[in-house]
């Protein structure tokens, strides 16, 4: 089998299902955050930095308390002398950080860049997982498919347009079919409006049904998601979390979306409900032919949930196959860390399982590490890591790691000779960061 670059001039994305056009295709997505401009001083002079600050505060206070003792103000009482001395030490270190950073530093824009090229296939009627450590860029990507947040570049083809492309007022007629489901039920809905209104509205805005028809569709959409049809008086504060997010769900479903975002949908609820908004979710799907990105930092939650999984690090995929692959064969040292931090239930296995801990948070998406932007936390980085920047490749069918160190001769890196990278050979696109 070769090794197919999803990055190189070959393919994009990973096949879709014989003969079915993917319902989204994105391709090479970037959302790129612009901070401005800022001061700063690099890496390699920020020692020298600290030096100017540190000896130009002694010299500062040393002068400042000379002048003082010349010009006569300086404090008798020892205690104003120890309070003169350290506002002094303080002005001056002021004064000299701001001289090191005058002199050493240079101006930096600050770009995050939240989502970096991703380029991903979602079929009809699939769940598709999106999973990864808080701040990896999960909400964005999903937020920018919908062009909640506004995409830097790449095509977002919904049953074949381009979304990216469309003006304001035509995509605002696509989001009908494309719907969002939060994380914070309460946050999301409107306090002052009802249930009726808050599911009403979308049907309003699109022209969909008035009067009768509109108090109808609520009663359905209520019924639909397992709310009985006489709350619909009721404002969003007399429920409960859980009961929040099936009315966040009906407000989504009123408009017969055909694709939902579904943004850390379980995460502020309790455990014990989580598993009904998941099944409800299921459920719906199976019944409504929806197709759903799936979007949590719980891999448990991702893993009961998706038909395929893709996993996210610092606004890339790194790793895409099938639930049943990820959890039970993960390809990449990222995604083994993940899946070994989830507790087994039986007490026997988990006394044997091997933790993968990872050292420390994830980098800054602003200063993204150089190469792999895995090898500052990967126990199994070695040198190479850290200077090429390895592509999502095809290592086992329709199973995609971007991991320099496997390949699809050798795709388990715990096999692999010390310090070798055979992916690099199988990589032909990886290219020097
Ligand atoms: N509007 C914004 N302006 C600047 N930075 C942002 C903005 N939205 C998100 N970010 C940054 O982008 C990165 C990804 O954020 P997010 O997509 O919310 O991650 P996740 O959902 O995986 O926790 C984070 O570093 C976050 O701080
Ligand atoms: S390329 Fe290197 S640093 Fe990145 S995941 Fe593979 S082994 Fe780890
Ligand atoms: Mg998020």
């Not at 999803?6 to 989204?24: F, M, T, W, Y």
């Not at 995509?171 to 599911?199: C, K």
């Not at 891999?299 to 790793?319: C, F, N, P, T």
Request: a positive charge; charged letters at 20%; glycine letters at 8%.
């Amino acid at each position: 089998m070769n090794a197919q670059s999803l990055d190189g001039a070959q393919s994009q994305v990973p096949p879709p299902i014989a003969g079915e056009a993917p319902l989204i295709r994105i391709k090479d997505l970037k959302v790129y955050f612009d901070l401005g401009v800022r001061r700063e001083i690099d890496q390699d002079r920020r020692g020298l930095g600290i030096g100017v600050s540190i000896i130009g505060s002694f010299v500062g206070r040393f002068i400042i308390v000379w002048l003082a003792v010349v010009l006569d103000v300086y404090p008798v009482n020892i205690w104003a002398r120890i309070l003169f001395s350290v506002i002094a030490f303080g002005i001056a270190f002021l004064i000299s950080s701001a001289f090191a950073l005058l002199i050493l530093g240079q101006r930096i824009r600050r770009v995050v860049k939240a989502v970096d090229g991703v380029s991903l296939d979602i079929r009809r009627g699939e769940t598709l997982g999106l999973v990864g450590e808080s701040g990896c860029g999960k909400t964005t990507l999903g937020r920018a498919v919908l062009r909640l947040t506004e995409p830097t570049s790449g095509q977002i083809f919904f049953r074949g347009t381009d979304l990216a492309q469309l003006s304001n007022s035509v995509m605002r007629e696509q989001r009908r079919h494309l719907q969002i489901i939060f994380q914070d039920p309460y946050a999301s809905l409107n306090p002052r409006m009802t249930v009726s209104q808050i599911i009403g509205e979308p049907l309003e805005t699109f022209h969909l049904a008035r009067g009768l028809a509109k108090k109808k569709r609520v009663q359905e959409l209520m019924e639909m998601v397992g709310l009985s049809a006489r709350f619909l008086k009721r404002y969003p504060h007399e429920f409960s979390g859980g009961q929040r997010q099936r009315i966040g769900i009906a407000r989504a479903l009123a408009v017969d979306p055909a694709f939902i975002v579904a943004d850390e949908p379980i995460s502020a609820l309790d455990v014990s409900i989580q598993a009904q908004i998941m099944n409800l979710l299921d459920r719906l799907r199976r019944q409504k032919n929806l197709t759903y990105l799936f979007i949590s930092h719980d891999l448990r939650a991702i893993q009961h949930v998706s038909d395929r999984v893709a996993v996210m690090y610092l606004g890339k995929i790194v790793e895409l196959a099938d639930g049943k692959s990820i959890s039970q064969n993960p390809l990449m040292p990222y995604t083994k860390a993940l899946i070994s931090a989830v507790p087994v239930p039986d007490p026997k296995i988990e006394a044997k399982r091997r933790r993968i801990v990872l050292e420390g948070d994830v980098p800054s998406p602003i200063n993204t590490p150089r190469g792999c932007r895995f090898h500052t936390r990967c126990p199994y980085a070695v040198e190479v890591c850290s200077e090429i920047e390895p592509q999502l490749v095809q290592i086992k069918p329709n199973h995609f790691a971007a991991c320099i160190r496997i390949s699809p001769a050798e795709p388990d890196i715990d096999r692999v000779a010390p310090g070798a990278a055979p992916g690099l050979r199988d990589h032909p696109a990886s290219a020097r960061a």
